[in-house]
């Protein structure tokens, strides 16, 4: 059973850093793509970055390019989100997910909660 954990979320500044990590059970990344999906208050959920190991193929919400990073450790395995430069609309509950490449994405976490103000 696939089991994604996420962890880092938090309150910040706008133009502040976050770093979420995403642990993985159950799971390697050969099998899905990895990545995660945002939900902000009153909106629907969307895709911010996918990764798929099996091309080394990688998808940014056009909002997020040059702030956000995705990358993994294929050992732990272990998945980040690096968020620089952080904007009041980046506010949401962040969900580590499996099968990003798929809508919807097969396998979810419970998500962490980044907020931004300022």
């Known amino acids: 059973e696939v089991q994604l954990v996420e962890s880092g979320g938090g309150s910040v500044q706008a133009g502040e850093s976050l770093r979420l990590s995403c642990k993985a059970t159950g799971y390697t990344f050969d099998e899905y793509a990895i990545g995660w999906f945002r939900q902000a208050p009153g909106k629907e959920r969307e895709g911010v970055a996918c990764f798929r190991s099996s091309d080394g193929q990688t998808y940014y919400k056009d909002s997020v390019k040059g702030r956000f990073s995705i990358s993994g450790e294929n050992t732990s395995p272990t998945v980040y989100l690096q968020m620089n430069n952080l904007k009041p609309e980046d506010t949401a509950v962040y969900y580590c997910?499996?099968?990003?490449?798929?809508?919807?994405?097969?396998?979810w976490g419970k998500g962490t909660l980044v907020t931004v103000s300022g």
């Open positions: 997910v499996a099968d990003c490449d798929s809508y919807p994405p097969r396998y």
